[in-house]
């Protein structure tokens, strides 16, 4: 793979926005991607494996739980330097970033917002030094985008509940230490249980053969009566709501993340055109390149001005999850248009591990499908402006 030469684009000096704080936080992330990702990450993609070498280093940027407080080991960090560290990380590569999202946002979340204090205490501090890796068990084989009529089920058996069911497209499921899994009770009530691995009948089958984030381990979580300790349910929050609360905070950081996707791809378009003679000039002095730089420089700064927005509104605890599936929808679609362009300026350079387009390109095809689809999210806008939900 060619060397990391990553220039951030800041069109509009967004730069001028952030505190000190935000951008030391976010130059670490870069610096960091730079020195121990970007020279590792497409051999473990064409390997298709997750570089478990990097779990320390992502820790020390703070990217497991950015925003939860020091006391149990988060960074105690702001939602915007939340953001800016998942854009840093996935202008590495989304499946790194998916392993940081599901940590920070489908796991210590969950933990820390709805769990009790002996559950953080427990849990958190591990989490967040990545001595323990979790995942996040909400899509069953037969329900995706509809989690509310999953079947995993748990039965209150007196001193112990008994878990069955199966999830499915599960990421860092294969190592993961525990698993936060949503299942419901004798009433149909959904509620989380951390269950963790070794407990007897829970099984986790890698899925294999993936075109897209393949640097991102995935696979299945099985429960074939589970017995899980009492201690372990999560008492904070129940319903559908609990684990969509989740997803909030991981959808957020995605709107991010995909930013950094998109800026990769961008500037190394940019650099290619520039570099590139064709009919005795640079590509990049023809009409038709500069029109798809012209049209990338502008669709990411859009998309860097609405995710700094949310994030103030995150901050102020105002966003709501129509907002936050805008962001998600728009900046995704962005990337992944973006990588398809940038894909076509590198001619038949672009299909190859030497550069990053490709590999991007693939990923986002899972983002644009996990944490809510394209069309999913459309619907939520959908109905928070009509007030008619057209999708259930
Ligand atoms: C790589 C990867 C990692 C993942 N990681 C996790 C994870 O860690 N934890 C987890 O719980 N899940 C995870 N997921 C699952 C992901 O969230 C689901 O794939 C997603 O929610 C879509 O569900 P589905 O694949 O079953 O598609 P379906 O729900 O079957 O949708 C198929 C198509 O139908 C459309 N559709 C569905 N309903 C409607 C409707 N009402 N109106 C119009 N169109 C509709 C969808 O938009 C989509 O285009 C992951 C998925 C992938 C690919």
């Not at 926005?17 to 960091?32: G, P, Y």
């Not at 890796?133 to 995706?144: A, S, V």
């Not at 009948?201 to 009566?225: C, M, Q, V, Y």
Request: charged share 25%.
């Amino acid at each position: 793979m060619k060397p990391d030469l990553f220039e951030a684009p800041d069109y509009y000096n967004l730069d001028e926005l952030l505190s000190d704080e935000h951008k030391l936080v976010r130059d670490a992330a870069r610096q960091w991607v730079k020195r121990d990702v970007s020279p590792i990450i497409e051999s473990y993609a064409q390997k298709a494996e997750f570089p478990n070498e990097i779990i320390g280093g992502l820790a020390e940027i703070g990217a497991f739980g950015p925003y939860i407080p020091v006391e149990y080991g988060g960074a105690g960090l702001d939602q915007i330097s939340y953001g800016l560290i998942m854009q840093e990380i996935e202008r590495g590569d989304s499946g790194v970033r998916s392993t940081a999202s599901v940590q920070s946002s489908l796991v210590m979340y969950p933990i820390f917002a709805y769990g009790t204090e002996e559950q953080r205490k427990k849990y958190l501090p591990k989490l967040a030094t990545g001595e323990w890796m979790g995942c996040f068990g909400l899509t069953e084989p037969d329900h995706g985008s509809n989690p509310g009529g999953m079947v995993s089920n748990f039965k209150d058996k007196g001193d112990h509940y008994l878990l069955n069911g199966a999830k499915l497209w599960i990421s860092n499921s294969p190592f993961a230490d525990i698993a936060v899994v949503w299942a419901k009770n004798e009433e149909g009530r959904i509620h989380g249980l951390i269950v963790e691995r070794g407990m007897e009948g829970f099984s986790t089958p890698e899925t294999h053969n993936k075109w897209s984030l393949r640097a991102s381990a995935t696979g299945e979580l099985i429960f074939d009566n589970v017995k899980v300790p009492k201690e372990n349910l999560l008492p904070g929050k129940t319903g559908l709501g609990a684990p969509l609360g989740c997803l909030d905070s991981a959808r957020y950081g995605i709107s991010w993340g995909a930013i950094g996707a998109a800026m990769d791809c961008y500037d190394t378009a940019l650099r290619y055109a520039k570099e590139r003679i064709q009919f005795g000039k640079p590509i990049a002095a023809t009409q038709l390149q500069q029109k798809k730089l012209a049209e990338m420089i502008t669709e990411i700064t859009k998309a860097q001005l609405l995710a700094f927005r949310l994030g103030q509104l995150k901050n102020e605890g105002r966003a709501t999850t129509a907002q936050i599936s805008m962001a998600k929808r728009n900046n995704v679609d962005m990337a992944i248009n973006i990588a398809r362009e940038a894909r076509q300026v590198l001619g038949g350079m672009g299909i190859t591990g030497e550069y990053s387009i490709m590999r991007h390109m693939m990923n986002l095809e899972s983002v644009i499908t996990y944490e809510g689809t394209h069309d999913i999210h459309l619907l939520i806008t959908g109905a928070d402006i009509t007030g008619h939900s057209a999708f259930k």
